[in-house]
């Protein structure tokens, strides 16, 4: 083999590792870890693994979510629930972690409701929206969630920010529309509790 075709070879080989290695990690389900986005998150690492950016100036926008449900409902996140504190939950019917907390977020979201706190749902790597409304309707979830398959929303989020990088995910939107906190792990009730109360009590 000359120099020049292993140079074309390490030049195919590269990209389509970077490629598989990014389908991996937004396709793997699993309890995810803790690690930043990029130096300019400026975050901490919270209780229970959820990393929060307290610096409320620090915060990144978070990008636009919108699109059909999987009840096939529009469904624009920022315009709907303007003002609110927000829960983004990255999920799939198909993963086991998912439905190990799927009782955890219904709780939470059913007892802050009230507190100004709006759960969102990303169903991702459903092939329709069927096993997504199945999914659904066994653990009585009250938020919508938006349809996902191929993952374009999770992508929306900006590089360098609190970005779901596996599944379950879960952002946490303050009432400004920034992102606040990251977890890349299933959630207890005491998580989301404890990630909630500081962001409700703000100002």
Do not use: H
Request: hydrophobic share 35%.
């Amino acid at each position: 083999m000359t120099a020049a075709s292993r140079v074309s070879r390490r030049r195919t080989v590269v990209p389509a590792l970077g490629t598989v290695l990014a389908a991996l990690l937004l396709s793997a389900c699993g309890s995810g870890g803790s690690s930043g986005g990029g130096g300019q998150t400026q975050f901490v690492q919270g209780g229970g693994g959820i990393d929060v950016v307290k610096d409320k100036d620090a915060r990144k926008d978070a990008p636009d979510l919108s699109g059909k449900t999987v009840d096939d409902k529009d469904l624009d996140v920022a315009k709907e629930y303007k003002g609110k504190i927000l829960v983004v939950n990255v999920w799939g019917s198909w993963c086991s972690p998912c439905r190990g907390e799927a009782r955890s977020l219904v709780k939470v979201a059913n007892d802050y409701k009230d507190k100004g706190v709006q759960f969102v749902g990303i169903n991702t790597r459903d092939p329709n929206p069927a096993p997504a409304r199945a999914f659904e309707k066994e653990f009585e979830v009250p938020y919508p969630s938006l349809y996902d398959s191929a993952g374009k929303l999770i992508l929306r989020f900006p590089e360098g920010s609190l970005n779901p990088q596996a599944i379950p995910s879960t952002i946490f939107i303050d009432r400004n529309g920034r992102i606040a906190g990251r977890a890349l792990k299933p959630l207890a009730e005491d998580d989301l509790r404890k990630a909630l109360d500081p962001l409700v009590a703000e100002k």
